[in-house]
């Protein structure tokens, strides 16, 4: 009975195959949005947690500026004003010496300056720092070293650089031993720095070049603050009370009263993938919500062509009640259709998803993860718009009189 009701149901699509697709399109468009918004929300989410297990998941993360500063965006996350001098290399040994659930921690300058060799001229982003950010940081030397301790207390001009750099600068020349400027200023290159591909807001970290702090303060850009501190707790469960220590030992170093806010904000990294998880969760939820639309214009679709239907076939209604067929089975019947027109449409919105995918996967910094519960989720969801929406007309059908639906030309 099901097989025979599918059957029909298909041969009644196959007959008008330019309307069948048109009213799928709906559907089509719905599920293929949902499935691959999802795939981009699940992804980023992937993605984001790729990147901190790159660089420690117990790391926190101190910057100048408190978190309302820090929501103005960039700038405001390296700390503007009174408070973009708030952080020093002296906060960094307070508390190394102080902190008990912090394993080490380390100063930290980024910038951007122009890197040349030769003929060859790159912009790059310069991260300086103690001897002690190849640990903390997770920097993985590919060639070389990384500066020493001496390094840092000499302000020596030595140099890391990385991979995007080296192609830059470099194309197949070993860059080992060679002196690069920047900003005007010579620096041998010690080391090279493994690939570490993209971040989680898509910034090549292989288009850098590391130096020591204190060779950036002094001999670079002049100054005595520091933009950044990297921690790192003594272990995963720690790093929320890490951090809450963190915070009380700079609230002495900085003399804050009880009443005074932070001029630095604390954050692990934890709270970084949580806000993150937050926002594509959001993002998803937001483009699901409109990919919804498209599924109940599908589900209107579905309605308006099965009542057609119902119209063109009249006939047919009466001849099959005149031999036997009940109203549940005309019920039956229209339903089926209507279900497989929308199941069909949702396969066919999958297969536009993962393509779109696979497209973004491939030519875009963005990362799509395909998994079974969104494909499940649309597919479920669909089934039900087509249920819903094919009630009427199959209601409509089967309550036709069949005297009436004999008469009917």
Same mark, same amino acid.
Do not use: C, W
């Given at each position: ?19 069948? /697709? ?31 297990? +790159? =660089? ?17 965006? /960039? ?5 503007? +004003? ?46 300086? &720092? ?20 001496? +390094? ?39 080391? %090279? ?5 993209? +971040? ?13 702090? #204190? ?21 995963? !469960? #720690? ?25 630095? %904000? ?13 926002? #594509? ?47 549940? !089975? ?51 969801? &669909? ?19 069949? =005297? ?6």
């Amino acid at each position: 009975m099901i097989r025979e009701s599918i059957k029909i149901a298909f041969q009644s699509l196959s007959s008008n195959k330019l309307r069948a /697709f048109l009213t799928m399109l709906g559907i089509i468009i719905g599920v293929g949005a949902v499935v691959a918004m999802m795939s981009i929300g699940y992804g980023a989410q992937e993605s984001v947690l790729s990147s901190v297990q +790159d =660089i420690g998941s117990n790391l926190i993360i101190i910057v100048p500026g408190n978190r309302d500063e820090q929501q103005r965006g /960039f700038e405001g996350m390296l700390g503007e +004003d009174k408070d973009r001098e708030a952080l020093s290399v002296d906060d960094v040994e307070k508390i190394e010496s102080q902190a008990k659930l912090i394993s080490g921690a380390a100063p930290a300058i980024l910038n951007s300056s122009v890197a040349s060799y030769l003929n060859k001229t790159s912009k790059a982003t310069i991260y300086a &720092s103690s001897h002690k950010a190849e640990t903390i940081y997770n920097f993985e030397i590919d060639r070389g070293r990384f500066y020493t301790e001496s +390094d840092v207390k000499n302000a020596a001009n030595v140099a890391l650089v990385g991979q995007t750099v080296i192609k830059k600068l470099f194309g197949k020349i070993d860059p080992i031993g060679k002196i690069i400027k920047i900003d005007g200023k010579n620096f041998t290159i010690i080391g %090279t720095i493994k690939s570490k591909g993209t +971040d989680q807001f898509g910034n090549d970290q292989d288009n850098s070049v590391t130096i020591p702090i #204190t060779t950036a303060q002094q001999k670079l850009y002049g100054i005595d603050y520091i933009n950044m501190i990297i921690a790192q707790s003594t272990s995963e !469960d #720690t790093i929320n009370e890490a951090s809450d220590e963190v915070e009380r030992i700079l609230r002495r170093a900085h003399y804050l009263t009880s009443g005074e806010s932070n001029d630095f %904000t604390v954050q692990n990294q934890t709270q970084l993938v949580d806000i993150l998880g937050t926002i #594509t969760g959001i993002f998803t939820i937001t483009i699901s919500s409109i990919a919804g639309i498209a599924l109940l214009v599908g589900g209107i679709g579905i309605m308006n062509i099965m009542l057609v239907s119902v119209t063109e076939r009249t006939r047919e209604i009466g001849i099959r009640k005149a031999v036997g067929a009940k109203n549940k !089975d005309i019920l039956f019947q229209f339903l089926i259709e209507s279900v497989v027109l929308s199941i069909t449409g949702g396969i066919l919105g999958i297969v536009f998803a993962l393509a779109v995918s696979l497209i973004l996967n491939r030519f875009t910094i963005l990362a799509t993860s395909i998994t079974p519960f969104p494909i499940i989720l649309a597919l479920t969801f &669909s089934t039900i718009v087509g249920l819903f929406f094919g009630i009427y007309p199959a209601m409509r059908a089967a309550r036709l009189n069949p =005297i009436e639906a004999l008469r009917h030309e």
